[in-house]
C-alpha cells in the first residue's frame, strides 16, 4: 500500500475521531467506506479497521480483557416479526443506558436493492433514538462480499461505544449460517403457525441455535404459541448441543403487548454470563477470526483467478469444451489453475 496523502490522512483522523466520539453520522461514513468496491478507499478502509481494532483491544483491556460488546444474530421466516421484536427489544435496552445497533445481512439486496430499509422505516422509533444506530444491507456484490462488510461494520459499531450489536439475517439459506459465524450468540424466531408454514426453518438452522424464541404469543396465538414451544422444546433435546456452558432455550414472547420481552433479554444476559465466565465466548470469537480471515482469503484469491488474463482469455474456450462433453471440467479446472499459477503467465 502506497503512503497516505494529506487529504487521505485527514480523511481518516475525523472519521476514526469521530467515530470514537460517537458520532453516528462518522459511524455510518466508515460503514460506507468499508463496502466500497474501489481498490484505494478499500486500502483506507483497512487502515481505519486497524485504528479501531486497537482502540477496541484497550477498551478489552479496561474490562479485565472480556469483550466490550455483544453481538446477537437474529434469524427467522417469513411472518416471524423480525423487525417488531427488534424494534421492542432495542428500545427497551437503550432505555436502561445500552446503546444497541442494528445491522442486516440480506443477500436478496445484492439484486432486488435489498429489504431492510423497509425494516428501517417499520423501526421509526428505535430509528429516531439517539442511541440507536440502523444500517441496511449493502446492495451490492455477493453473500462473501455482504458478509464481510457485516463483520467489519459489527467491529466499526463497537469501536464507536455500541456495547449492543444486532445481526438481522433478513435473506433465506446460506445468510443464516454467516451470521451464526459472526455473533457471540443466535437467536431463532418462529411464527405461532402450523408445521406447514414452518417447513422452511433447515434442521440446521435449529441446530446453530442458542435459544428459540416463538414470537406474536398474544390473543388468538397464545396457544398455537404454547404448543410450538411445547414442540421445539422436545426437538432441542434430541439436538447435539454446541456449548458445555448452555442448554438451548424455547420462550415466548410478543411484541405487540412486550410480555415475555425481559425475559428474553434475561436468557440473552444468561448465555452470555455462562459463555464468558466458561472462556467458551471468547473461543468463539477466535475460531470466527480465523474463519473470517480465510473467507477473505477465498474470497480474494476466487476474485485474481477470475480476473488473471491468461485465464480470461482461456476460460471461454474451456467452457464450450466442458459444456460439449469434450473434457470433464476436473480436467479444465486443472488446465486454468495451471495457466494461473504459470510463471510466464
Same mark, same amino acid.
Given at each position: ?12 483522523t ?11 453520522a ?16 478499500k ?35 417469513p ?13 427497551? @435496552?437503550?432505555? =436502561?443506558?445500552? &446503546?444497541?445497533?442494528?445491522?442486516? +445481512?440480506?443477500?436478496? $439486496?445484492?439484486? *432486488? !436493492?435489498?429489504?431492510l ?68 450468540m ?24 442458542d ?26 433435546? @434430541?439436538?447435539? =448441543?454446541?456449548? &458445555?456452558?448452555?442448554?438451548?432455550? +424455547?420462550?415466548?414472547? $410478543?411484541?405487540? *403487548? !412486550?410480555?415475555g ?17 466458561s ?10 477470526q ?5 473467507s ?8 485474481h ?5 491468461s ?15 469434450a ?11 495451471k ?7
Amino acid at each position: 500500500m502506497r503512503d497516505l496523502s494529506g487529504p487521505e490522512q485527514r480523511l481518516l483522523t475525523k472519521l476514526y475521531e469521530g467515530l470514537v466520539g460517537g458520532q453516528r453520522a462518522s459511524l455510518a461514513e466508515s460503514i460506507t467506506l468499508v463496502e466500497t468496491q474501489h481498490p484505494r478507499k478499500k486500502e483506507l478502509a483497512q487502515v481505519l479497521l486497524q485504528r479501531v481494532l486497537a482502540h477496541r483491544t484497550v477498551q478489552e483491556g479496561r474490562n479485565g480483557g472480556k469483550p466490550v460488546a455483544f453481538r446477537v444474530g437474529l434469524s427467522g421466516p417469513p411472518g416471524a416479526g423480525k423487525s417488531s421484536f427488534i424494534e421492542v427489544v432495542g428500545k427497551m @435496552l437503550t432505555g =436502561r443506558g445500552h &446503546k444497541v445497533s442494528v445491522l442486516a +445481512v440480506d443477500p436478496s $439486496s445484492c439484486t *432486488t !436493492g435489498g429489504s431492510l430499509m423497509g425494516d428501517k422505516t417499520r423501526m421509526t422509533e428505535l430509528s429516531r433514538d439517539m442511541n440507536a444506530f440502523i444500517r441496511p444491507s449493502p446492495t451490492s456484490g455477493t453473500l462473501g462480499g455482504v458478509t464481510r462488510t457485516t463483520n467489519e461494520a459489527i467491529v466499526l459499531c463497537e469501536g464507536a461505544g455500541y456495547d449492543i450489536v444486532l445481526v438481522e439475517t433478513v435473506g433465506v439459506g446460506q445468510s443464516e449460517f454467516a451470521v451464526a459465524d459472526m455473533v457471540d450468540m443466535f437467536v431463532l424466531l418462529i411464527p405461532p403457525a402450523g408445521g406447514d408454514e414452518l417447513q422452511g426453518i433447515k434442521r440446521g438452522i435449529i441446530e446453530r441455535a442458542d435459544l428459540v424464541v416463538v414470537t406474536k404469543s398474544d390473543g388468538d396465538l397464545l396457544v398455537p404459541a404454547r404448543r410450538i414451544q411445547t414442540e421445539y422444546t422436545s426437538a432441542l433435546k @434430541l439436538l447435539r =448441543r454446541q456449548s &458445555k456452558s448452555w442448554n438451548p432455550k +424455547v420462550v415466548r414472547a $410478543s411484541s405487540h *403487548t !412486550g410480555e415475555g420481552i425481559p425475559e428474553v433479554w434475561a436468557e440473552l444476559e444468561s448465555y452470555r454470563d455462562a459463555m464468558l465466565a466458561s472462556g467458551e465466548l471468547q473461543g468463539r470469537r477466535r475460531a470466527q477470526q480465523k474463519v473470517w480471515m480465510w473467507s477473505l482469503i477465498q474470497e480474494n484469491v476466487l476474485r485474481h483467478f477470475q480476473n488473471h488474463p491468461s485465464v480470461r482469455e482461456a476460460l471461454p474456450h474451456l467452457e464450450e469444451r466442458v459444456t460439449n462433453g469434450a473434457i470433464s471440467p476436473g480436467l479444465a479446472a486443472d488446465l486454468l489453475l495451471k495457466d494461473f499459477a504459470s510463471p510466464s503467465s
